[in-house]
């Protein structure tokens, strides 16, 4: 079975930096995309930074210019948060679009179990 696993979260001041990782496990035919997503203490759930199989990235206008994504093999993905901000307290959560093996074009949404991330000003 697919399953997504993040870490690296913590505490940080203001201005400081912090990495996470994301990881995807399982029988898998393609990850066709992989995502950070954050969901602050109060507020929506916000798209943070996304990058495809091809490497096309995206990220959201709130960590632009601060943060970085990026791809370290087919199943893991580094995500380096620069300049934080007290702002970007949330709980952190991993998104991989994946085709398990045998499904052929057929694939799913697995989320990790999130990792928090706070910001002390």
């Known amino acids: 079975q697919v399953q997504v696993a993040e870490s690296g979260g913590g505490q940080v001041q203001a201005g400081g930096s912090l990495s996470l990782s994301c990881v995807v496990f399982?029988?898998?035919?393609?990850?066709?995309?992989m995502a950070w997503y954050r969901q602050p203490p109060i507020g929506q759930r916000e798209l943070v930074a996304s990058?495809?199989?091809?490497?096309?990235i995206e990220y959201g206008d709130s960590v632009k210019g601060r943060f970085i994504i990026s791809r370290w093999d087919d199943n893991t993905v580094h995500l380096q948060m620069n300049n934080l901000e007290p702002d970007d307290t949330a709980a952190y959560y991993c998104?991989?679009?994946?085709?398990?093996?045998?499904?052929?074009?057929?694939?799913?949404?697995?989320w990790g179990r999130g990792t928090q991330v706070t910001v002390f000003s």
């Open positions: 990058i495809s199989y091809g490497g096309s």
């Open positions: 399982g029988d898998i035919d393609r990850i066709n995309l």
């Open positions: 998104k991989g679009d994946v085709i398990p093996r045998g499904w052929g074009s057929q694939g799913s949404e697995y």
